[in-house]
């Protein structure tokens, strides 16, 4: 990546997390005596190579006024929006001058990403953009329309080859990725990721290859898995 490009990391975390069951958003939840969003944050706030990190969040969200990094220097907070896709819109248009910047869009729960991961996707070439992802590597079964008791029938297996799992970060061109998500949403169309709105442009951004450790947390289970995870790092 050139260096006259500044880099903004943007993270949307106007989301409940409704499959957690806690009774509180996830990104609020406790990992190893922070919360999630101030692990998926960090890793962004001492690097010289971020020159701002925007959280967008909801508009009722009083958690953040009790987050260490609250008042931190770089941090810019923004009212997200109803879906991912408008939390990540509100994000950008709050970048002043995007032409010549490139936005990091990272889950809020996130916590596990590696740094040596992240560099890697600031290495791309292609002004197109890219996503850290791994390739997928169990074998894949399509649900049946109709259930037996309580559980699906296999409708068939899906061919893995050349499939990966999407993570965050995923990078782009501040003004390219604000352009495709408004069109995408004025279109209706299904936005599951920035690069999915990228790709409905158009464009093919790159795959670089991540790690499994690099886990987005969902279920309660995955609490315990990322601590290990945050564990085996700090002891590096």
Request: aromatic letters at 6%; proline letters at 4%.
């Amino acid at each position: 990546m050139k260096n006259n490009k500044e880099i903004i990391a943007l993270i949307p975390a106007a989301g409940v997390g409704a499959r957690m069951g806690k009774g509180i958003a996830k990104q609020y939840l406790q990992l190893n005596g922070k919360t999630i969003l101030e692990r998926s944050i960090e890793v962004f706030l001492d690097k010289p190579e971020i020159g701002k990190v925007i959280i967008a969040v909801a508009s009722d969200d009083e958690n953040i006024k009790g987050l260490g990094c609250f008042f931190h220097p770089k941090i810019q907070w923004v009212i997200g929006g109803e879906t991912r896709a408008e939390s990540v819109l509100n994000g950008l248009k709050a970048i002043d001058n995007p032409e010549n910047k490139w936005v990091l869009v990272h889950d809020a729960a996130r916590p596990c990403v590696r740094w040596a991961d992240i560099l890697r996707l600031l290495a791309i070439e292609n002004e197109q953009g890219a996503i850290l992802a791994v390739p997928v590597v169990d074998t894949l079964k399509r649900q049946h329309a109709t259930k037996i008791g309580e559980n699906y029938a296999i409708s068939e297996t899906v061919d893995r080859q050349g499939l990966w799992q999407a993570q965050t970060p995923q990078f782009f061109p501040a003004s390219t990725l604000t352009t495709a998500l408004e069109q995408a949403l004025h279109e209706g169309k299904n936005i599951t990721d920035e690069a999915s709105a990228m790709e409905l442009a158009g464009f093919n951004p790159e795959l670089v290859e991540g790690s499994k450790t690099n886990l987005k947390i969902t279920y309660p289970e995955d609490l315990e898995l990322a601590e290990f995870y945050l564990s085996q790092q700090q002891e590096k």
